[in-house]
């Protein structure tokens, strides 16, 4: 018996695109899986010329770097499509961004031109907003945390229960804005990207057990950037700057 063929002929990627986009808002709480499902509802209401998989199950070419957890705002999210045709880059921002609810925002979209470009993501910088703890308190755990030796903290996985060591991926911490009594505290966080990852809220359980703060609110996280570390090991810098030629 003859083997059945796949009923698309998938045709070759020509170029390439980068895209940056933003989860804001009550879109925070979207799962990574559910902007799958609007972006590629927004590559079909765009008309975008996206290139498909060969077989008999053809995917959209489209690979997502290193998503932010469920619940928390990003604003420095990315993800690369395969095109078979052209198309200008802010033509397909706007198409694409015009096509996703609000909250889910393309904000720049740059041609691919430079090779592994998840190596580039080495770290994160995380913005945590605390309630109902003061300044002078935070400040102490902060403190104790960048002299801990060893932060476990235990999170459920695929896998169960599991506990490790978050302290090592931590590379800086800091309270930001003037310290006098207010109703939030801002921490700055920057985050190697390990292996297990290490997520914000990993950071933060270990600086609420190492600091014994305790409050009933929960923090309000938010990604600001991720990329290649700097020298000082305190930023990061563009991801797509090895892109724009």
């Given at each position: 018996?003859?083997?059945?063929?796949p009923?698309?002929?998938?045709?070759?990627?020509?170029?390439?695109?980068?895209?940056?986009?933003?989860?804001?808002?009550?879109?925070?709480?979207?799962?990574?899986?559910?902007?799958q499902?609007?972006?590629?509802?927004?590559?079909?209401?765009?008309?975008?010329?996206?290139?498909?998989?060969?077989g008999?199950?053809?995917?959209?070419?489209?690979?997502?770097?290193?998503?932010a957890?469920?619940?928390?705002?990003?604003?420095?999210?990315?993800?690369?499509?395969?095109?078979?045709?052209?198309?200008?880059?802010e033509?397909?921002?706007?198409?694409?961004?015009?096509?996703?609810?609000?909250g889910?925002?393309?904000?720049?979209?740059?041609?691919?031109?430079?090779?592994?470009?998840?190596?580039?993501?080495?770290?994160?910088?995380?913005?945590?907003?605390?309630?109902?703890?003061?300044?002078?308190?935070?400040?102490?755990?902060?403190?104790?945390?960048?002299?801990?030796?060893?932060?476990?903290?235990t999170?459920?996985?695929?896998?169960?229960?599991?506990?490790?060591?978050?302290?090592?991926?931590?590379?800086?911490?800091?309270?930001?804005?003037?310290?006098?009594?207010?109703?939030?505290?801002?921490?700055?966080?920057?985050?190697?990207?390990?292996?297990?990852?290490?997520?914000?809220?990993?950071?933060?359980?270990?600086?609420?057990?190492?600091?014994?703060?305790?409050?009933?609110?929960?923090?309000?996280?938010?990604?600001r950037?991720?990329?290649p570390?700097?020298?000082?090991?305190?930023?990061?810098?563009?991801?797509?700057?090895?892109?724009?030629?």
């Amino acid at each position: 018996m003859a083997r059945p063929q796949p009923d698309r002929v998938a045709e070759p990627v020509v170029q390439r695109m980068r895209l940056r986009y933003a989860k804001r808002g009550p879109l925070r709480f979207s799962s990574h899986r559910d902007f799958q499902r609007a972006f590629e509802r927004a590559v079909r209401r765009a008309g975008v010329p996206i290139a498909f998989s060969a077989g008999f199950s053809p995917h959209p070419r489209i690979s997502y770097a290193n998503a932010a957890p469920t619940g928390i705002a990003s604003e420095a999210e990315y993800l690369e499509i395969g095109l078979t045709h052209p198309v200008p880059p802010e033509q397909l921002r706007a198409a694409l961004d015009a096509a996703l609810p609000p909250g889910m925002d393309i904000i720049e979209a740059v041609v691919a031109h430079a090779p592994d470009f998840a190596d580039r993501l080495q770290a994160s910088i995380w913005q945590a907003e605390l309630f109902d703890l003061s300044p002078s308190a935070v400040e102490l755990a902060v403190a104790a945390l960048l002299a801990a030796p060893a932060a476990e903290v235990t999170r459920m996985t695929k896998q169960g229960l599991r506990t490790f060591d978050a302290r090592p991926a931590l590379l800086g911490i800091e309270l930001e804005g003037d310290q006098q009594p207010v109703a939030s505290v801002i921490l700055r966080l920057v985050v190697r990207h390990t292996i297990p990852a290490v997520r914000p809220d990993d950071i933060l359980q270990a600086l609420f057990s190492v600091g014994s703060l305790q409050t009933r609110t929960p923090p309000r996280v938010m990604r600001r950037s991720q990329g290649p570390l700097l020298d000082d090991a305190r930023d990061v810098g563009d991801p797509l700057a090895a892109d724009r030629v």
